[in-house]
């Protein structure tokens, strides 16, 4: 079966520029969760949505930082004006519930700033 | 917030030997700990988790040992393939620190390399 999907893979922006990072999460899965992945760090935690509502964002950077879930499937990650300090690997996760399910990873986006 | 902490950065065993990582929490309420491994390219994948009300869980070659008292939980790999080679993330979350139980958080990571 499918697992976590995102997209693009790869996604290189010119500073200030805006970018829409998606996460199409496992079928029935009802959490989804997106890190931040720094070289030679684990994960960190940004935001979380259960089915369509935004349960905690308190791990996004600034209010340059947006997400959302509209239909409690697919979601998207997007940066306004972005610098160079959000490159990184951008993690989506979803799991069946929230309260300590095993959580599946997708393979990332890598954003590159410059 | 929670802080998790993972020793060692870096681990070269030879294939066969036994390979062991710890970690270490802060929040005292944490009960669920989870252990993923990445390889290069892929995202983190589980491989074994361990929740507060047992010490200690196996599934073939992986153990985890969790001690509440102490903090402090272990990864345990016995007879070592070159396959296992990777980046091994403990993490931990269900605790009161920032008030959710679906927040993981993760430790920097162990490198590990098992050399034929």
């Known amino acids: 079966g499918a697992g976590v999907s995102q997209s693009p893979r790869y996604k290189v922006t010119k500073r200030g520029q805006d970018v829409a990072l998606r996460c199409d999460p496992i079928?029935?899965?009802?959490?989804l969760y997106w890190y931040r992945q720094a070289l030679g760090q684990g994960p960190e935690f940004l935001t979380y949505?259960?089915?369509?509502?935004?349960?905690?964002k308190s791990g996004l950077p600034n209010d340059r930082f947006s997400a959302e879930r509209p239909e409690g499937s697919i979601s998207t990650l997007t940066i306004q004006r972005t610098e160079q300090r959000d490159s990184a690997m951008y993690r989506c996760?979803?799991?069946?519930?929230?309260?300590?399910?095993?959580?599946?990873f997708g393979q990332g986006t890598r954003l590159t700033v410059v | 917030g929670e802080n998790v902490e993972q020793h060692p950065s870096t681990l070269s065993v030879q294939e066969g030997d036994s390979a062991v990582i710890k970690c270490t929490y802060s929040?005292?309420?944490?009960?669920?700990f989870p252990w993923y491994k990445q390889e290069l390219g892929k995202g983190p994948q589980l491989i074994i988790d361990i929740r507060s009300n047992v010490g200690e869980k196996k599934d073939q070659r992986i153990a985890v040992t969790l001690n509440k008292t102490a903090k402090h939980f272990s990864l345990h790999i016995t007879e070592t393939q070159p396959e296992d080679s990777a980046v091994y993330f403990c993490a931990a979350s269900g605790g009161n620190s920032g008030g959710s139980n679906y927040k993981l958080t993760f430790g920097k990571g162990t490198l590990l390399t098992v050399n034929p």
């Open positions: 079928s029935g899965h009802v959490s």
């Open positions: 996760a979803s799991s069946l519930a929230g309260f300590n399910t095993e959580a599946f």
């Open positions: 949505f259960n089915y369509e509502a935004q349960q905690d």
């Open positions: 929040d005292s309420a944490s009960n669920y």
